[in-house]
């Protein structure tokens, strides 16, 4: 079985993107959704989690505190290491996990803001990259986050991989810039997949 990832930077559309290879059957595990999801669920984790960065890492409901915790890892490059550290290798598991459900499929895809490069660190085949342009990303970005200010919607884009970066670690690329169609060139994608599986 094929294992493609996908991503991009914030706003560039990965999503929409692994809407339509769900259309065409494909199963698409989300990485960032299932470590938001980990981090609320996992027992173990959050008690590292708690250890870690204290108590107001969740809330009064119990609730994992994204925003403060977004704060506290941001600014401090070491801990944000320390915590993905904790997260990353439960993400990984999860997955595997998640594979074995779906090994009749020809392919899955998995989809992350953060990868590396197919077979850096990881068992991707190859890697999808979306890319849209900077103006576009940002106002996708203010219409659907609304609460989120241009100031820190810049600060997220500069802490993920710049576009050359993204484009290092590509083996295909995804034009998001509405003025090019996505499904063709999903369905391209596809095809070719069906064919290497």
């Known amino acids: 079985m094929l294992k493609i990832g996908v991503t991009g930077g914030i706003?560039?559309?990965?999503?929409?993107?692994?809407?339509?290879?769900?259309?065409?059957?494909?199963p698409v595990y989300n990485a960032d959704e299932?470590?938001?999801w980990l981090t609320n669920n996992d027992l173990q984790l959050r008690k590292e989690i708690k250890e870690l960065l204290g108590r107001s890492a969740y809330d009064a409901d119990g609730h994992y505190n994204r925003k403060w915790v977004a704060e506290q890892v941001f600014t401090n490059p070491d801990l944000l290491k320390q915590l993905n550290m904790l997260i990353h290798p439960r993400v990984f598991d999860d997955t595997d996990k998640w594979i074995v459900k779906h090994k009749d499929k020809p392919y899955v895809i998995k989809e992350a803001?953060?990868?590396?490069?197919a077979g850096v660190g990881n068992d991707l085949d190859k890697v999808i990259v979306v890319t849209a342009p900077l103006s576009i990303r940002i106002a996708r970005i203010q219409k659907r986050d609304t609460q989120r200010s241009q100031q820190?919607?810049?600060?997220?884009i500069n802490r993920q991989k710049s576009e050359e970066e993204f484009l290092q670690i590509a083996d295909f690329t995804v034009i998001n810039d509405d003025s090019q169609l996505l499904i063709p060139q999903i369905i391209k994608l596809h095809q070719l997949f069906l064919k290497s599986s």
């Open 152 to 156: 820190e919607i810049e600060a997220i």
């Open 11 to 26: 706003g560039s559309g990965k999503s929409i993107v692994c809407e339509i290879f769900k259309v065409c059957g494909i």
């Open 34 to 36: 299932r470590a938001k």
């Open 113 to 117: 803001a953060l990868m590396n490069k």
